[in-house]
C-alpha cells in the first residue's frame, strides 16, 4: 500500500494528501439536491411552454394553407363568360 501511495504522491502531490485524509467525505447534500430539482422544474416548464408554443405554429400554418387553398380554387374557377346582352350592348 505504501508503494502505491508512494508512486500517487510522485505524480500529484496533493493526490497523496487527499489519500490519507480521514475526514469524511461530504456530499452535495440538501442544496445541491434542491438546485436539482429546480433545474428539473424550470427545464419541464420551458417545455410545457414550447409544446405549447409550436402548437401555435401548426394551427396557423393550417389556416395559413387552407385560406391559400380557397385563393387558388377561386382563381382556378373559370370566370363567367361575358354576354353582351345582359350588359345592353348590341
Given at each position: 500500500m505504501s508503494t502505491v501511495l508512494a508512486a500517487v504522491g510522485a505524480v500529484h502531490?496533493?493526490?497523496a494528501a487527499t489519500v490519507n485524509?480521514?475526514?469524511?467525505w461530504v456530499g452535495p447534500g440538501m442544496m445541491g439536491f434542491l438546485i436539482v430539482v429546480v433545474i428539473g422544474l424550470v427545464t419541464w416548464f420551458l417545455g410545457k411552454s414550447m409544446t405549447?408554443?409550436?402548437r401555435k405554429l401548426d394551427?396557423?400554418?393550417?389556416?395559413?394553407?387552407?385560406?391559400e387553398g380557397e385563393e387558388e380554387a377561386e382563381a382556378a374557377a373559370p370566370?363567367?363568360?361575358?354576354?353582351?346582352?345582359?350588359?345592353?350592348?348590341?
Open positions: 502531490p496533493l493526490a485524509d480521514n475526514t469524511p405549447k408554443q409550436l394551427a396557423g400554418r393550417a389556416e395559413q394553407q387552407e385560406a370566370a363567367p363568360a361575358h354576354d353582351p346582352k345582359l350588359n345592353g350592348a348590341h
